[in-house]
């Protein structure tokens, strides 16, 4: 009797197991169809004195929803996925401007932005006319994104096959009317980061060499100086997406092919010309040129009353016809009318415009438009050469998701470095209005097209985000190196940001998309296994125990009382 009781309680046993593997199964359903799994970019986050702007958060885990929702559907718990391509940014507008409760916002970026597997035979796929309407498209959302405060997720990803195909399940599904929910199953956007945290005292570097001129036996006084100067990092709505081709890796690689140049000259004591000549690249360019005013305070005296000018390189990489020449003297200077007429002379040669403009700086104001404006607060001559016609607001034009490989020019970096190469070299050698050309094509001399081309692809796949590049980044140390093998006496300087700015981490993430089912399907589903294991249950006992067995397993046991009678 007791083995019988035994044998019942172990068959009792396994029938709760499978129930429960059952429970357990149907609890998982969501967890174990994983549509796709994608590389995401979340939204800068960072403070200015302590006022807040981007994405505060990046945790997500909402189901996805697109523009095809019908108006007035609660969003608060869902996923708007937009691709850039189809944007509307007054919608997008209203979102931000209004607060309108989301769970999250996911734009989609063009396969051609993605600098990670770039195809260099997909860029005839691109119109010019598509180019230009994206890049214009993302210059207006990034200026919408950058500057707001957003109490939710906002990433951004590349389209692809498998994203596309969840899209367009997702749009049918809107399409109908009927907003992804529990109960009508849909995408789920999975995104499981930490929160973020601020960058503790982010550092910033500065690198500097020298290529010092040929002292004439017997004179006491110092050479002077002629300073060529670009900074070299980033900032943009997506961190991990700022390459800034443009803004400064044009500024970059003319400021290095120039140094090459020179380089030849100056290793030759009889074409050593009788100025030396100081490279600086320098960080914390979109903050105020923070780096470059730290740089310029470790000179001494002496150093700075030397400098004959500095020119500074920014944006040299997407302009047609026109380059602009920004100052803060006025016009009417010596050394700013010595400058233009030499720029203006070569530049005449060259087939290119060069204009003057002229905006006057206030000292006390931490503002800083153009980085010539810091040589300027500590009266040195100094300019910037550029496409930009006028200086940008504040974190903009500073290598966004917009400044891409894709926008800009080859041509126009060499005929920049042409015309600011051969003017400082007719300065130098006192070639001043002289129709000589030093830097002749199909010489020994000539500038370095190939050369140009390596750097600015590098350039193209390098996030250079200040507050994410540490001392000994390879990208720094890179820079390093390549200015050692041209200059002399190659010093770096590590400084601390101003700390008015704020950064903080967590810039990429991996996006899980499930294909969830509805709760009506997995309670569904829980009835057909539940009746399908009580049949196969009851045919089991009756097949090997018979009919009582299976009745008594369900008969109340005796009291106690009866048991004892």
């Known amino acids: 009797m007791s083995s019988r009781k035994q044998r019942e309680r172990q068959m009792l046993e396994s029938i709760y197991s499978m129930i429960a593997l059952v429970f357990l199964l149907v609890t998982c359903i969501e967890l174990c169809d994983a549509a796709t799994v994608v590389d995401v970019y979340r939204l800068i986050q960072y403070d200015i004195s302590g006022a807040q702007f981007g994405s505060r958060f990046a945790t997500l885990n909402h189901h996805a929803g697109s523009l095809h ?4 559907v609660d969003l608060s718990r869902t996923v708007v996925i937009i691709p850039v391509r189809e944007l509307n940014i007054t919608l997008v507008k209203e979102f931000i401007a209004q607060r309108k409760p989301l769970g999250g916002l996911l734009f989609l970026l063009p396969q051609m932005l993605n600098f990670e597997n770039r195809d260099p035979t997909s860029e005839s796929k691109y119109q010019i006319h598509e180019k ?30 498998d994203i596309d195909a969840v899209l367009a399940d997702v749009k049918r599904n809107d399409a109908s009317g009927q907003p992804a929910t529990a109960t009508t199953g849909s995408y789920k956007l999975v995104v499981s980061a930490p929160e973020p945290k601020r960058i503790a005292s982010p550092a910033i570097t ?40 443009d803004s400064n890796g044009s500024g970059i690689v003319a400021l290095l092919e120039i140094a090459r140049l020179f380089s030849l000259l100056y290793s030759n004591p009889k074409t050593r010309g009788r100025y030396n000549l100081l490279f600086g690249l320098t960080s914390g360019g979109p903050y105020n040129y923070n780096g470059t005013h730290k740089w310029l305070r470790s000179f001494d005296q002496r150093l700075r009353e030397s400098i004959d000018y500095a020119i500074c390189l920014n944006s040299i990489g997407s302009w047609d016809n026109k380059l602009w020449i920004h100052v803060s003297k006025p016009p009417e200077n010596a050394f700013i009318k010595q400058i233009f007429e030499g720029f203006s002379t070569v530049a005449e040669e060259l087939g290119i415009e060069v204009s003057l403009k002229h905006k006057k700086i206030n000292i006390s104001n931490p503002r800083v438009a153009w980085e010539h404006e810091q040589f300027s607060k500590l009266r040195v001559t100094a300019a910037t050469l550029t496409g930009l016609s006028a200086p940008p607001e504040l974190l ?29 070299a007719r300065h130098v050698y006192g070639y001043q209005g002289k129709n000589i050309q030093i830097f002749a094509d199909d010489t020994s001399l000539a500038v370095n097209a190939p050369y140009i081309r390596s750097w ?37 300087q590590h400084e601390v940001l101003d700390g008015m700015f704020t950064i903080y981490d967590s810039t990429k993430a991996k996006l899980n998309i499930y294909q969830v089912a509805s709760v009506t399907f997995d309670l569904l589903l829980l009835l057909v296994l539940g009746s399908y294991l009580i049949i196969l249950f009851t045919f089991l006992v009756i ?9 008594s397993l369900f008969r109340r046991p005796p009291s106690r009382k009866v048991k004892a009678a």
């Open 206 to 245: 500065n690198i500097q060499g020298w290529l010092p001129g040929l002292k004439a036996d017997g004179d006491p006084n110092q050479l002077p100086t002629i300073a060529i100067v670009a900074s070299y990092d980033t900032f943009g709505t997506a961190p991990a997406l700022s390459v800034g081709s």
């Open 543 to 551: 097949t090997t125990r018979g009919l009582d067995d299976l009745i």
């Open 69 to 72: 929702l019908p108006p007035g």
């Open 396 to 424: 903009e034009s500073t290598g966004g998701l917009s400044d891409s490989r894709h926008f800009v020019n080859e041509d126009a970096i060499v005929r920049s470095i042409k015309l600011v190469a051969e003017s400082i």
């Open 132 to 161: 230009k309407l994206t890049k214009n498209v993302l210059v207006e959302l990034e200026r919408l994104l950058i500057y707001a405060n957003i109490p939710y997720p906002v990433y951004f990803a590349f389209e692809d096959d």
């Open 456 to 492: 600015l692809d590098l350039l193209s796949q390098t996030p250079r985000v200040a507050p994410f590049l540490s001392k000994n980044d390879p990208f720094v140390m890179a820079l390093k190196k390549e200015l050692e093998d041209h200059t002399h006496e190659v010093n770096v």
